[in-house]
């Protein structure tokens, strides 16, 4: 349950073909992304499909069982960020990150993951970054996690991440990008 919990606050699936393969320059851009997450931190594993929708001003994530059901549903937007899951919990908190601390008990750096999805470290933020010989993003080493990107929607230097495998101290997640919208 606890994992569960921390698969919804970490992030807001049939696998398709891509259908926007470059990503805007700007860092304030609006997504939506479907694919599959793992997560595992200790010995728990947890899986998931997910769905995102980042707008300028406000996300919905939606994390999806097996047969396509929505197990939990997280919503930020200027007035707090809120998780309802499918066990009819409601946590609300002013932001993401204390919607994390409030429901798992630590925090992750969410508003860093809308820039890391779409290959760009967080703005005005201390960042180590490595790049492939087609210039993409290979690792980024921000606010204490790596992000390592290891498929992108083709070979420019602006096509979008398709898979990033990301770690923090015992945690590791795995995301599978499968159609950007």
């Not at 939990?72 to 919990?89: N, S, V």
């Not at 204390?98 to 969410?110: E, R």
């Not at 790049?131 to 992108?152: A, D, H, M, V």
């Not at 420019?156 to 159609?179: T, W, Y």
Request: proline share 4%; charged share 25%.
């Amino acid at each position: 349950m606890r994992l569960t919990i921390l698969m919804l606050v970490f992030l807001a699936g049939c696998a398709s073909a891509p259908v926007i393969v470059h990503r805007s320059a700007q860092t304030d851009a609006t997504f939506v992304l479907n694919g599959r997450i793992k997560i595992k931190q200790g010995t728990q594993h947890d899986s998931s499909g997910i769905h995102w929708e980042h707008g300028k001003k406000e996300d919905e994530l939606l994390l999806l069982g097996p047969l396509g059901y929505t197990a939990g549903r997280i919503h930020k937007d200027e007035q707090g960020a809120t998780l309802d899951d499918a066990y009819g919990k409601h946590f609300a908190a002013p932001d993401a990150e204390a919607l994390m601390q409030k429901s798992v008990g630590w925090q992750l750096p969410l508003n860093g993951l809308q820039y890391w999805v779409v290959g760009m470290p967080v703005p005005e933020v201390e960042a180590r970054v490595e790049r492939n010989s087609n210039g993409q993003i290979s690792l980024l080493k921000q606010q204490g996690w790596e992000i390592r990107y290891t498929r992108y929607a083709g070979s420019k230097p602006d096509a979008l991440p398709m898979q990033l495998e990301m770690s923090f101290e015992e945690l590791d997640v795995l995301l599978q990008i499968d159609e950007w919208k």
